[in-house]
Structure formats: structure tokens, C-alpha cells
């Protein structure tokens, strides 16, 4: 097993671009062997996470020529982190890159990171260095979701997705996880092995469409702050002392002066806003509790092959 590399590739409804990605990885996987940089053993797997177009057919079709793709198939959409997590707790390798199958993030940096890994670095972190590939809303959100991760006390890598190097090492900790609320980008920074950063362009997409919709990097941003901070709590704390003393303040205004209807009325109104807004944050970590408690496996594997 020894210099033996696995890069693991989630995939969900990506017939549009899996072809592309597995020619390339497999072009620059031989490139590696050849030059005896990682064993001839080194592989790619594919996590197909509950797809229903052709990608399962397009896998099954290189799998049958090379051992050198592996696949794990779910029986269902269980979700991206579930996805590289099954990769992770799968795959027997000295080290693992993770990797999305639309290569936006630049793969040409894998010998670098391999480079890395080699001179002692556990974790080599894919940072963007830029992300004029994506949309202006898509820019502005993620860096302030990275800002105020970073403001409440959640250790992120900026502009790190889920591009990573983990050593055998870091596999056995991250393995060690057993929470289903996953936030990898989160738990790998928190194991505290030796770590660096590794900058790329990140590559507009070929083809097809980006699976995270707006609803979904909102549920990824919720997961990540619920999972890693206690700080919406805290923040409820403060802002319910906060209106506590506004109140006696306004009473002893309201003593004196009887013509202040119309703020009163705002302020009712404001209260129960932020009061549902609290209840809501709150519900957040209790549904959490919840799909704790219940400790339902994270996904289900339907098959694997070349594992």
C-alpha cells in the first residue's frame, strides 16, 4: 500500500461530465505511476451518489476496462459530505484527495500536493485563488459565509471547498467522526495534524449544471454554523438582555410621555420578529439532537466494485 493514492470523486447526475473527468484523471493517475511517483495500485473511486441518468452506465463502462476506477453506489441521494465520507471510510490507501467531478477545482495540482504529502504535510489544503469563474452572487455569498464562519469561532481554510490531500494519519482520525450533521470542511480542520495550502485558478465548468442550488448552500451554511458553533445561541442571550433594558428604559420614558404610540407599535412588532427568529435558530439545534439521537446510518451501499 505504500505511495498508493486514491482520488475520490462524489458524483450525482453527471453524465455530462464524467467522461471528461475520468479521461483526465486517468491520463495524469498514469502519468504519476510511470514516473514512480505512486504505486501502480492507485486509484480513482467514484462515490455515485444516488444518480438517475447515465452516469452509473458511463462508470460501469470504464470499470470494465481498467481496475483502476472503482466505484461505491449508494442506494439513494444521501448527499455530497455522506458521499465523500463513504470514500473515505472505503478506500484502504497511504492517501486520499477528494475531489467534485466537474474539475472546476484544478486537478494538474495533484503532483504538487503528492509533493506535499511526501515531504511530511498530513493535510494539503486546494485554496482558490481567485473564483472569477463564478457568478457574482455565488463570489459575494461564499466570502461572507467564510467571514462570518471564521467571525463566530469556526477554524476554515478561506476559499477551501472540499480539494484536499488526508493522510493515512488524517484518515484514521476524520474516521474516528460518527456525527451525520457533516461538515468536513470543518472537522478537518480541527484534528490539528501538519497542514499547508496549495493555491489554484478555480476553471469555469464544461458541462452540465452546478448541483448546489441556492437552497442548498443556504442548508450547508446552516449545518456548518450549528455544527461547529454555539454562537446563535449566545447572540439570543445577548440581544434578549439587550431588549430587557430597552423596555425599562421605554417604561420609564413612557411615564412621562404618553405620545409615543406609533414606536410602541414598532417595537411590538420587532420583538416578535426577533423572538420567531430565535425560536427558529433554536429548532436548529434541536433537530440536530433529533437526527443525533435517532443514529441512522449516514447511507447505504448498493454495490462496489474494484475496491
Known amino acids: 500500500m505504500d505511495n498508493k493514492i486514491t482520488i475520490v470523486i462524489p458524483c450525482f447526475n453527471e453524465e455530462a461530465v464524467i467522461s471528461n ?19 501502480k495500485d492507485s486509484q480513482i473511486c467514484i462515490i455515485n451518489d444516488g444518480s438517475t441518468d447515465k452516469t452509473q452506465e458511463i462508470i460501469d463502462k470504464y470499470t470494465k476496462e481498467t481496475n483502476q476506477i ?37 486537478y494538474t495540482i495533484i503532483p504538487d500536493m503528492i509533493k506535499k504529502y511526501k515531504e ?15 457568478k457574482f452572487f455565488k463570489r459575494i455569498t461564499s466570502e461572507m459565509f467564510y467571514n462570518f464562519m471564521n467571525l463566530i469561532g469556526v477554524k476554515l481554510i478561506n476559499n ?60 450547508f451554511s446552516i449545518d456548518g454554523m450549528t455544527a461547529f458553533s454555539s454562537f446563535p445561541l449566545r ?13 425599562i428604559l421605554l417604561i420609564l420614558y413612557g411615564m412621562f410621555d404618553f405620545s409615543f404610540k406609533i414606536l410602541i407599535v414598532f417595537i411590538l412588532l420587532f420583538s416578535n420578529s426577533l423572538i420567531l427568529i430565535s425560536l427558529g435558530i433554536i429548532g436548529e439545534y434541536i433537530n440536530k439532537i433529533y437526527i443525533e439521537t435517532k443514529n441512522r446510518p449516514l447511507y447505504f451501499i448498493e454495490k462496489t466494485t474494484n475496491l
Open 21 to 39: 473527468t475520468l479521461d483526465n484523471l486517468l491520463f495524469l493517475l498514469q502519468k504519476l505511476i510511470s514516473d514512480n511517483i505512486i504505486s
Open 70 to 106: 472503482a466505484y461505491i453506489k449508494f442506494t439513494n441521494n444521501f448527499g455530497q459530505q455522506a458521499a465523500f465520507m463513504a470514500g473515505i471510510k472505503s478506500v484502504n490507501s497511504s492517501a486520499i484527495i477528494t475531489l467534485d467531478a466537474d474539475l472546476q477545482d484544478d
Open 120 to 134: 511530511g504535510y498530513d493535510i494539503v489544503y486546494g485554496v482558490r485563488n481567485k473564483r472569477t469563474s463564478d
Open 160 to 219: 477551501h471547498a472540499d480539494f484536499r490531500l488526508l493522510s493515512s494519519n488524517a484518515i484514521k482520525l476524520i474516521r474516528q467522526f460518527n456525527e451525520k450533521t457533516l461538515f468536513l470542511r470543518g472537522l478537518v480542520t480541527i484534528i490539528g495534524l501538519k497542514s499547508c495550502n496549495l493555491y489554484y485558478d478555480r476553471l469555469p465548468r464544461k458541462n452540465g449544471k452546478s448541483k448546489y442550488s441556492f437552497k442548498k448552500m443556504i442548508s
Open 235 to 247: 447572540f439570543i442571550d445577548f440581544i434578549g438582555i439587550l431588549m430587557l433594558l430597552s423596555s
